[in-house]
């Protein structure tokens, strides 16, 4: 498939889990790719020589997506080495599980920070280089819309975030022909939410499917959303979570 000959896409969070499948799927569609880590340059580095292995261009950035400063230098760090930008994944993310009166202010400002200032700021970097057919495609969480147990609030509300700035932004790129689309993983067995982690079997027993998603499962459609079938997608909130929300 080369449906993103040509395109050029960042994905924050590209080192491991989902990210790192995302980054490898849109070089196989053809995109070259930018991605962004905090503290795993060697899995960054492997992510790269893997697109590279696909023919494609590929560079890893170091930017913690807590630093407003380091998202914004990533995006034109991914413009002045790869040329232009297409596509924006916004994933990079941080999970937390923790009785909410126990979450202090640092907690709460370190998480919003990385699961939602981060998005805004990307995207705002992005506006400015996106042309005509420009995607911003963010990764929630199906616990945005439904919680469905205690001790994620601050997680959820991050997450619930997400679906507002996703549908401003279809908003107000609308007119300038680019899309904006939230996809939703449910369980994805990643370092996140390791499959045989403590809370795994409950998580599979609350899943119609009766498994966990692989993070190939959240890249497929990103690539739908990032390619032609995404046209005349924006706006949306897409669940990819084998019915957890169901
Ligand atoms: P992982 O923890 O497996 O991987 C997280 C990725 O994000 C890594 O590449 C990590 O890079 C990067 N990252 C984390 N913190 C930062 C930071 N401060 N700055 C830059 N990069 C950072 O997570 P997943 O792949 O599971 O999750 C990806 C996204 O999917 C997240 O937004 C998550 O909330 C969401 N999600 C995941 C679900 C799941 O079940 N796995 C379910 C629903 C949503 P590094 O290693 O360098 O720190």
Sequence with gaps: MSDLKGRVALVTGGSRGIGAATALRLARDGA????TYASSPD??????????????RAIAIHADSADADAVTAAVERTVAELGRLDILVNNAGVFSYKPFEQVSRE?????MAINVQ????AAQAASRHLAS??????????????????NMALYSASKAAVIGLAKGLAQDLG?????????????I??????????????QRQGLPLRR???????????????????????????????????
């Design 32 to 35: 070259d790719v930018a991605i």
């Design 43 to 56: 899995k960054a580095q492997a992510v790269v020589q893997s697109v590279q292995a696909l023919g494609r």
């Design 107 to 111: 907690e709460y400002t370190a998480m």
């Design 118 to 121: 981060a998005p805004f700021v």
């Design 133 to 150: 057919g420009g995607r911003i495609i963010t990764i929630g969480s199906c616990l945005g819309e439904r919680v469905g147990g205690p």
């Design 175 to 187: 007119p300038r022909g680019i899309t904006s689309n939230v996809v939703q993983p449910g369980p």
């Design 189 to 202: 067995d990643t370092d996140m939410n390791p499959a045989d982690g403590e809370g795994a079997d409950a």
């Design 212 to 246: 966990y998603g692989r993070s190939e499962d959240i890249a497929a459609m990103v690539a739908h959303l990032a390619g032609p079938a995404g046209d005349f997608i924006t706006g949306a909130v897409i669940s990819v979570d084998g019915g957890f929300s169901a």
